[in-house]
C-alpha cells in the first residue's frame, strides 16, 4: 500500500535528467509535487509529463518544487522528452527520477517488495500502481496522496487547487468546503470555540450550522 497522509515521505538519492539529487537536500525548504509514471513512452504520461511542465511557474508561485519519477532508466526519460515537447510543446524542465530499480517507488509503496529490483522487462500493467501524485510538505511529511489508473489523465488543476488548500489550511485554523478555489470563503474548524472565533474574526461570519461556520479566506 502506497504511503498514507502524516507519514514521512522516504528520503533518496537518485540519477534523474538533471543529474543526481539527494531528494530531502533537493527539496530544501519548499513544498514538493512528486508525481510518478509507470514506463516511458507511454500516451496518457506523454501528455502529463508535458502539461505540467506548462504549469511548473504556477507551482514555483506557491513554493513549490516539481519532481516526475517512470520506471525507466534515465537515458530513456531522455529521449522521451523529445516527444513529450512534440507533442505538448512543451519542454520538460524539472527532474525526471529514473527508477529503473525500482528503489523509490518500492520506498513509497507503490510497488511490492516482490516486484524485483529491474525494470527490464516490465511492462507499464506490472507498473500500473505507480500512478501517485504526493504532495509533500518542507517538513517532509506526506499531505495528500492521488492515485490514478493508466487509461485516466491526472488534472493539474486539482493538484493546484489541493495545494492552495493544504497550503492555507496549515497557517489557520480552518477547513475548505466542497469545491473551493482560492478567494472563496472557507470553514472555521469546530476546534475552534465562538469565543476564540471572535478574536480571530471580528468582523463576524455565517453559520449555517453550529458546526458549520464560515468566513472570508484569511490573508497573509
Request: aromatic share 8%; hydrophobic share 35%; proline share 7%.
Amino acid at each position: 500500500m502506497t504511503l498514507q497522509i502524516g507519514e514521512t515521505a522516504p528520503d533518496f538519492t537518485a540519477e534523474t535528467t538533471e543529474g543526481t539529487i539527494h531528494f530531502y537536500d533537493w527539496v530544501g525548504d519548499s513544498w514538493c509535487i512528486l508525481f510518478s509514471h509507470p514506463k516511458d513512452f507511454t500516451p496518457v504520461c506523454t501528455t502529463e509529463l508535458g502539461s505540467m511542465a506548462g504549469y511548473k511557474p504556477e507551482f514555483e508561485k506557491r513554493n513549490c518544487k516539481i519532481i516526475g519519477l517512470s520506471i525507466d532508466p534515465v537515458d530513456d526519460h531522455k529521449r522521451w522528452v523529445k516527444d513529450i515537447q512534440e507533442v505538448t510543446g512543451n519542454a520538460v524542465n524539472y527532474p525526471m527520477i529514473g527508477d529503473s530499480d525500482l528503489a523509490v517507488a518500492k520506498a513509497y509503496g507503490m510497488l511490492p517488495a516482490s516486484a524485483g529490483s529491474s525494470s527490464q522487462g516490465r511492462t507499464a500493467a506490472d507498473n500500473q500502481t505507480v500512478r501517485c501524485v504526493y504532495v509533500i510538505g518542507p517538513d517532509k511529511t506526506i499531505k495528500a496522496v492521488i492515485s490514478y489508473p493508466m487509461s485516466t489523465g491526472r488534472n493539474f488543476e486539482e493538484v493546484l487547487r489541493l495545494l492552495d488548500s493544504i497550503q492555507l489550511t496549515a497557517k489557520h485554523k480552518v477547513a475548505t468546503p466542497v469545491n473551493w478555489k482560492e478567494g472563496e470563503d472557507v470553514i472555521i474548524v469546530p476546534a475552534v470555540s465562538d469565543e476564540d472565533a471572535k478574536k480571530q474574526y471580528p468582523e463576524g461570519w455565517k453559520t449555517l450550522k453550529p458546526y458549520l461556520r464560515l468566513v472570508p479566506e484569511p490573508k497573509g
